[in-house]
């Protein structure tokens, strides 16, 4: 049975920084393509970051470019996502998500909340 676990998620001020770790089980991660996704209350679902299986290149929302990084750790089946310069619209839940063809799997998700 394949499972992804998000945690990481919290209450942070602007400004501030989180990371955010999807664990995967029943499956073996770096053969997936992984994205992160987010929905804020009221809004649909967008992309965030995803990285290759292929050669693990990156992909990056415009409005998180240059503040958000993603990345594997293989030895640990596990996608990480590193927050930085958090604003209050960066609010919401984050959904990790692993995809290879037909197959597409879903994590629970972690909320994330920006206030000061």
């Known amino acids: 049975q394949v499972q992804l676990v998000e945690s990481g998620g919290g209450l942070v001020q602007p400004g501030g920084s989180l990371r955010l770790s999807c664990v995967a089980s029943?499956?073996?991660?770096?053969?997936?393509?992984i994205a992160w996704f987010r929905q804020a209350p009221g809004k649909e679902r967008e992309g965030v970051s995803a990285i290759s299986s292929s050669d693990g290149t990156k992909y990056y929302a415009n409005s998180v470019k240059g503040r958000f990084t993603i990345s594997r750790d293989n030895a640990k089946n596990t996608v990480f996502l590193q927050m930085n310069s958090l604003k209050p619209e960066d609010t919401a839940v984050y959904y990790c998500?692993?995809?290879?063809?037909?197959?597409?799997?879903w994590g629970q998700g972690t909320e994330v909340t920006v206030s000061s």
């Open positions: 998500a692993a995809g290879l063809g037909f197959r597409n799997y």
């Open positions: 029943g499956l073996t991660m770096d053969a997936y393509a």
